[in-house]
């Protein structure tokens, strides 16, 4: 890792890591015993271990001066590492909020570890952590290889990627503190925030220097998808975390936006979180892991097109469709619901275009286990985003809202797709970025699998089932016109699903731990492959290979 | 055939960029800009009051513990939410709200018209475990919060900020922040009519928590929970069918 860089790159690596331990030192005086002050103890550690990390390598030997020739794969491997860990820390954590919606008293009775505060450590630890590192490996690679150019940068894909880790770690660590904004997605406090920005706006920076060196003409397709969700996530975070904190030595503030604004404002963030992180992204790892793994041009260069830009456009109406029938005015409601339904134009084209991409390829699906995680994934893909869009219905949402059918539509979403590309996506890239021959045990492969296709329907069904039966106890009458169920009936009613949901998310946590264990003993100990095609940046010499984009 | 035009865009990353800035921009601009401008989007009302400090470090805790994780504070215009929970929330009662705490997930009941429901007395039994006093219910218990001293000397800092985020906060209220989270928990003590000369005779100024002399996360949260759907009385008077607005003996 650091015998990568040269000499003069240690030493700005060590400055700027001086510069953000002095940073933390001085959040650590000025915030003493408030939250802000233990934030600034964290960030103290976490510069300085890595400060230290830098030191005990400073003098190893310079990098081979062929290094400008070969693509930068050192920071994909540990945001995979990365990744693999968050995975396992955010379901465990869903694992454990689930048990408390079904036991109560395995909060053991202390603060930090009651529902409202682990809730969301698992959300920020699945989706930034697993998905976040899980988007950075992929784009890092994506990006190279489709542009036949290294990595713009020596320093700052390290600083993306461990900057962006910091900022994770500040906001697990916060929640268990209770800071919190209360923002769904948003949750971590303005310093925190502050710091994605900087870390941001570098990611934004690197990715457009690296497609500036490619040696195509053309930008290829899953890089127009990384690129809206660096861009369009920025604008979300900093429009949605505008805040005047309480002081600058203090964790707390408070929004700019209040009550029905910021409900417009938090949900219009929300939902495209959904859009620009939960799904642009991972498309983007669609468009490149899917071709490449099934051996088959995209289906069709037009239908990409059309789906996404219009992803790009529907999605940024859509986020009202999370306040129908509340005091947001009804016209804002009808534009959510109606963006929302034609939504469902694009994001089946996304899928379509991904299914007959796979067509002809069936036996290949049937024989390897990571091609079908990546087609049970366009499969949950086309599931969750016809749910989406019927959910978003007036009607159909007075029902859904509050309910459990969310988090039904959540998981079949987040774990069926978000989850599912994910594990395709590393199964493949794994192996060939670290030059091996296949996965150590694709027997392992197989079992996480059908541990995770069968979590994943457990999870949903408990929950489509539970969300329904909740939502209509709500409002059943009697005969005589009053309420047939009280609110306490419903909750018992709940239980049974609770359990099962919290059983479905153990298989899952269970297949993601096999992931890990079979990604760590091919890295250690899966035979080494022989040299087929050299995979180098192009210098103008040799032809690349890269997944060309079918007309 | 001739070239599509895409195929133009593709070879430019700037132009890329700016096109996908240019199309994620429309929505949110049609759709947040107007709720600025739009008068009618928040009604009118002359009752509305402000949360006292006490109220506000209640809400701080709320959001601090994550009840709104599984609680709403938004009941919709649908008739079985009306007849349940009272009547449908409206614009102006979280005209204050920095951040709103609508909430997305019912897994206990609605509260923003939870105030003045129970006594104060159930409020802290029921925090303190749940399960004393609903057996079935599956809320965290709260216990540590009647054992934790309130952290006041922060409060003026917290209200300058609701200042600067436009809640009309006066600076003689900033001024008094702590002794008016004081008083109001301590409804014999000098500081108690500060409480209500600021924020009006409504407020309800008693011992939350059921122990004067000091002064807890407790008795924050419970002013919170009493104060919720009573800062303005224009919910009750818009509703199709009126109902009563609660008004409890504690
Ligand atoms: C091991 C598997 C998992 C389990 C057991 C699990 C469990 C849970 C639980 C119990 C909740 C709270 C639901 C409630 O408040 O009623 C939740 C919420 C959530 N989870 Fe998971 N989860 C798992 C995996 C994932 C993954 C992989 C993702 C994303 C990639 C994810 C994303 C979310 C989101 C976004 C929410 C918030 C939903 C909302 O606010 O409506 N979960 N999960
Ligand atoms: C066409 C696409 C989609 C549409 C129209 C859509 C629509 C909706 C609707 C109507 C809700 C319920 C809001 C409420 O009643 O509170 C919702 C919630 C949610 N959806 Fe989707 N959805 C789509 C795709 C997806 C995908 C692919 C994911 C990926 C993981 C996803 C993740 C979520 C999450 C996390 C929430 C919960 C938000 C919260 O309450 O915390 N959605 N969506």
Redo the contacts between chains.
Sequence with gaps: MVQQLTTGERQNALVILLCIFVVGLAMAALGGFDPFGVHGVVVMLYSGGIAALVMKHYYDPEPAPGRQSQYYDDPIKVAIAFSLAWAVFGMFMGVWTAA???W??L?F???WS????L??THTTGVIFGFGGNALIATAFHVVQRTSRARLAGQISPWFVLLGYNLFCIVAVTGYFM???????YAEPEWYADLWLVVVWVTFFLLF?AT??RRKE???YVAN?YF??FI??VA?LHI?NNLA????FA?A???????????????W?YGHNAVAFFLTAGFLGMLYYYLPIRAQRPIFSY?LS?LSF?GI?????????H????????HW?QN??MT?SVMLLVPSWASAGNALLTLNGAWHKVRDDATLRFITVAVVFYGLSTFEGSFLAIRPVN?LS???DW??GHVHAGALGWVAFITFGSLYTLVPSLWKREGMYSPALVEVHFWLAVTGTLIYVFAMWNSGILQGLM??T?TQEG??AYS??DS??AM?PY?IARAFGGLLFLLGAMVAAFNIWMTVREAPAAAEKQADIPDTGLAPGASPAPAE | MPE?F??KI??T??G??IA??A??????I???AP??T?H???EDTPDMRLYTPLELAGR?IY????????H?Q?I???R??V??YGP??????????????????????DLARIGGKYSDFWHVAHLTN??DV?P?????????LARTALDTG?LG??L???Q????PYTDEMVANAAADAFGQAAPNSPFAAGVTQRYGEKTQVSAFDGVVPRLTEMDALVAYLQVLGRLTDAAYANTAAPQQAPNPTN
């Design positions: 408390q919606l079904a109560p008293d909060a009775d202390s603060g009651s529902f409202g505060r809730r969301p209770g800071v919190t904004q209360s923002k769904e457009l497609i500036a003409p053309h930008i127009w690129m809206a861009v369009v604008i429009v005047v904190p309480i002081s203090r707390k503030s408070y929004t700019i936006w209040p009550g029905v604004q910021d409900a417009m404002v938090q219009w037009r097109i830009w790009t456009f529907f999605y940024m109406w859509a986020g009202s999370h306040l129908h029938y509340t005091a947001l005015p804002v534009l959510g963006f007075a809202h509050y309910t969310t988090v709500w409002r009458y009053t309420l609110f306490l909750l018992v239980y609770y | 599509l895409h195929r593709e070879r990353a700037i890329f960029v996908i800035i199309a994620a921009s429309v929505g949110g049609v759709e947040i709720l600025f739009i009618q989007t928040v701080d959001i601090r513990e994550g009840c709104y994780g599984c709403s938004m919709r215009t649908l079985d939410e007849e349940r449908y929330s409206l614009a102006v009662e979280s005209k204050y709200d920095h951040p709103m705490l609508w909430g997305s997930k019912r897994t206990g009941p749940p399960r609903v079935e219910s599956n809320m965290p218990a709260y216990r540590w922060d800092l917290h300058r900020a609701q600067a985020v436009r809640v």
